[in-house]
């Protein structure tokens, strides 16, 4: 085998294990529907997290941890191919925003969730102040054809690495409204 199928070996057995983990240890959630007039989709969310719902419907999503992390997810009125297309943009607003410098993107690829919702997702990564910050930004289309959502989740790094198993378990939990 050599190095770089070695090196991708490595990074594929820990997402390998947070996906067991989530399987073998129950997550105590709570269900939200999206939109609260007109929902679309549900989507779990763990109990020691805080929601609060914006002026315009929106949804701003906290870790019950001092250092926390923030998932807001909004509506988009655009199919899934614009929302995709405008992540790169929403990249750059999200770094500008937090004054980030040695700024690193990638664009990680369409997939489907366990529930058969089709979303991609656009990882933005920098400093700010001494502090390394990354957002990953998704847009998703929980019903063939509808309009698609956008989901951020954004914090300090180590909240994010602290959270991948809560913020695998709500992207898998997300689910069409039938």
Partial sequence: MSGGQNGGMRKFFP???VIL???VLPVQAKTIKFPADDPAFTFKLPDDWTMEVDK???LICKSGEHIGLRFNVNQLHQKFAQAKASLPELGQVF???AKLEEVETQEMGNSTNKNGVKGTIYVVKGKTSGRHLMAELLAIEPKPGENAYFILFSG???ALQTHKEDIGAIVDSIKAVE
């Fill in 56 to 58: 315009d419907g929106d």
């Fill in 156 to 158: 300090v790094l180590e």
């Fill in 21 to 23: 983990l989530g399987l």
């Fill in 95 to 97: 770094a500008k925003s």
């Fill in 15 to 17: 997402a390998i294990a």
